[in-house]
């Protein structure tokens, strides 16, 4: 079965660039979206069709996808940005990742 | 503004079900999909399966297949999913979220409902 794997836990300085990488088989042939989860809140779609961004989402959050990876790379990282971060694909089937949590410190 | 609203939270005996409703405003019901995705506590998404608000189609999951089912209602612009057979293993909170579904595939979710707390114990 397919499958996604990211990493467990991620760590950035303020200010800093925070890249979340996301990997699977082929995984630059199908689209990839990102989502942001809050502690205690609804995920919130960051990332859609690999680069895309939703209205209202800082522009400081970019999404490439090429290979086996792809990446959600927040620049200039806030403290505000300090959540889980979910990657997911699609076919005939839904497939999240495992989820990275995003410490800033 | 866009808004999905869902039902309350439930406490649910082991083999009995629960029907979650997600009542969707602020955009046309029936031009969107309604995607539904649950997480236990501490763990990650889940996808559980998705809707067409347009022609009720559904794609479920294959591991919910034969105990879940999801409709809508474009009267009143809800959606409901209903998850039969529960285990303690279903304790999760659901959540549902409009989605847009191209050529059967699901391209994003956004935005998502509040979740709703299901709690499974005997």
């Known amino acids: 079965s397919y499958e996604l794997t990211q990493p467990p836990s991620v760590s950035v300085s303020p200010g800093q660039t925070a890249s979340i990488t996301c990997s699977g088989d082929?995984?630059?042939?199908?689209?990839a979206c990102w989502y942001q989860q809050r502690p205690g809140q609804s995920p919130v779609l960051v990332i859609y069709?690999?680069?895309k961004r939703p209205s209202g989402i800082p522009e400081r959050f970019s999404g490439s996808n090429s290979g086996n990876t792809a990446t959600l790379t927040i620049s200039g990282t806030q403290a505000m940005d300090e959540a889980d971060y979910y990657c997911?694909?699609?076919?005939?089937?839904?497939?999240f990742g495992g989820g990275t949590k995003l410490t800033v410190l | 503004q866009v808004q999905l609203v869902q039902s309350g939270a439930e406490v649910k005996k082991p083999g009995a079900s629960v029907k979650v409703s997600c009542k969707a405003s602020?955009?046309?019901?029936?031009?969107?999909?309604i995607n539904w995705v649950r997480q236990a506590p501490g763990q990650g998404l889940e996808w559980m399966g998705w809707?067409?608000?347009?022609?009720?189609?559904?794609n479920y999951a294959q591991k919910f297949q034969g105990r879940v089912t999801m409709t809508t209602d474009t009267s009143t612009s809800t959606a409901y999913m209903e998850l039969r057979s529960l285990r303690s293993d279903d304790t999760a909170v659901y959540y549902c979220?409009?989605?847009?579904?191209?050529?059967?595939?699901?391209?994003?979710?956004?935005?998502w409902g509040q979740g709703t707390l299901v709690t499974v114990s005997s």
């Open positions: 979220a409009r989605g847009l579904v191209v050529r059967g595939v699901l391209n994003w979710s956004d935005p």
């Open positions: 602020g955009y046309t019901f029936t031009s969107y999909d």
């Open positions: 809707i067409s608000a347009y022609n009720a189609n559904t």
């Open positions: 082929k995984l630059g042939h199908r689209y």
């Open positions: 069709q690999d680069t």
């Open positions: 997911q694909v699609s076919d005939s089937s839904v497939l």
